[in-house]
């Protein structure tokens, strides 16, 4: 597949490898979890697609406007509020940007953003389909 990620975990916790081409990185679990704290944890992963795509999404459209942007910054946190049905999950994304713009360009700007594919995932239905491969056969 065209965009799969391999991710791999051995015998040591919770230290686990995670490939996409020849690129890798590693997650893992902070000690108090149990782990080696060698990565980022799985959710912080997640929190982090959503700042760097926001970002990334950004600094494109300032790019094709041709708008002096010296630095977008996203900090992402996130907290769950459990209730007797259901868990809500509130992720926060404040948004900096240090550039030559007017107010109506850093909404521009801002409101792109939102609109990043991380986010729009994220906020459509997802349905996760997991398969146990029998490599015995």
Partial sequence: MENEVVVSIGEESYTT???????????????ELGGQNKGFAPTQLLLSSIGACKAITMRMYANRKEWKVNKI?????????KSEQQQTTYIKCNVFIDGELDADQKK????IGEKCPVQKMLQNPIVVESNLIDTNI
């Fill in 17 to 31: 490898q995670i490939q996409y081409g020849d690129l890798s990185l590693i997650a893992d679990e902070p000690e």
């Fill in 73 to 81: 910054e996203v900090k992402v946190s996130s907290e769950v509020q």
């Fill in 108 to 111: 521009r700007i801002y409101t």
